[in-house]
């Protein structure tokens, strides 16, 4: 890693610094929060402004972010990464975090340059950068996510030794109509039973590649049903759960999750299904009949799910969902 600045000359008024230095969160952020939003200004959603909002937010902290930054030197692994200067103006960044707290784990992630400057292999210095600090922190592994429409960015990553995890499509609709598709009749939907959460931990297991859970291990606690207080019952009945599950189950046997989640912050509400590879093209039209009927009317709705997930992507265009992109989850062994 080398950061570099024009030479002062004799008699001349010194040039202001390029070239690629760390990440600073004390005074960076803005200009950060400005290269991102041009540099995917054609595919930034509602929720990737309201990340550029955050950012401006906190660049009015910079005065208690330089305290703290003096204070925890550790920061910097949660918010930290590497820029490009261009006379004194940061023209590119990537951000690299931990993925988990030993710091054996980190997560690469909005590497973006200002289109002029682009094609002069400053990506590749940035993430290089980024690998160099995670290997001299201990890191063993790091991971990122491209788009799977942008042939670019992903050989680059081929060519640094990423290899290839899974890919995930993320759908949004405007408003959530109700639908009726013909389920089959052996295909229950059923609300989590508590001494039943091993079966829907063992869907995920099955349906999450091997090389995923490495970097994100799967936790029983997501899985397994909480008590919930009076208050809570409530509060739910009057305003809704913050989030919910649901359960496909084909013969008995549970084979497919349904979770909503309603971000009020991000005025959107988030789903995510899941299908064991086996009941793959059996489970599909029962899980959105339940979604339509929980969300029907809602407005903004985003889906993920697994882009192999093809009957699922058919259903949720069939009644308005749009595919808003597609990500490869991509991974280095350090």
Not at 33 to 40: D, G, H, K, N
Not at 154 to 180: D, I
Not at 238 to 251: N, S, T
Not at 291 to 317: D, F, S, Y
């Amino acid at each position: 890693m080398v950061s570099r600045t024009h030479p002062p000359n004799a008699g001349t008024q010194q040039l202001l610094p390029t070239g690629l230095r760390p990440m600073d969160p004390a005074r960076d952020l803005a200009a950060i929060a400005r290269v991102i939003e041009v540099a995917f200004s054609e595919e930034l959603s509602p929720g990737g402004h309201l990340v550029m909002r955050d950012l401006y937010l906190l660049n009015t902290l910079s005065p208690l972010l330089w305290v703290l930054s003096r204070a925890m030197p550790s920061l910097y692994d949660y918010l930290g990464g590497f820029v490009w200067e261009e006379d004194g103006r940061v023209v590119a960044n990537v951000t690299l975090t931990r993925a988990d707290n030993s710091g054996n784990q980190w997560i690469i992630s909005n590497v973006a340059v200002l289109p002029t400057y682009r094609r002069r292999g400053i990506a590749r210095a940035l993430v290089e950068a980024a690998m160099d600090h995670a290997r001299t922190k201990g890191g063993s592994r790091v991971l990122l996510q491209v788009r799977s429409d942008n042939p670019g960015a992903k050989r680059l990553y081929e060519e640094l030794n990423f290899h290839y995890l899974e890919s995930v499509t993320e759908m949004v609709a405007e408003r959530v109509p109700t639908s009726q598709f013909p389920a089959s009749p052996n295909v229950d939907i059923i609300a989590p039973v508590a001494n039943r959460w091993h079966e829907a931990y063992d869907v995920a297991r099955a349906a999450v590649p091997l090389a995923v859970q490495r970097m994100r291990p799967l936790r029983t606690q997501t899985f397994r049903v909480p008590q919930r207080s009076i208050g809570e019952m409530i509060r739910d009945l009057f305003i809704g759960a913050p989030r919910e599950r649901w359960w496909a189950q084909v013969d008995g046997r549970v084979a497919a999750l349904l979770t909503i989640e309603r971000r009020p912050l991000h005025q959107s509400e988030q789903v995510e299904i899941m299908i064991h590879p086996q009941a793959i093209g059996h489970v599909e039209t029962a899980l959105i009949n339940k979604l339509t009927e929980r969300l029907n009317g809602h407005r903004t709705v985003r889906a993920t799910l697994a882009a192999e997930l093809g009957e699922a992507r058919q259903l949720l265009r069939s009644i308005g969902f749009r595919e808003s992109r597609t990500l490869d989850h991509m991974m280095l062994d350090l």
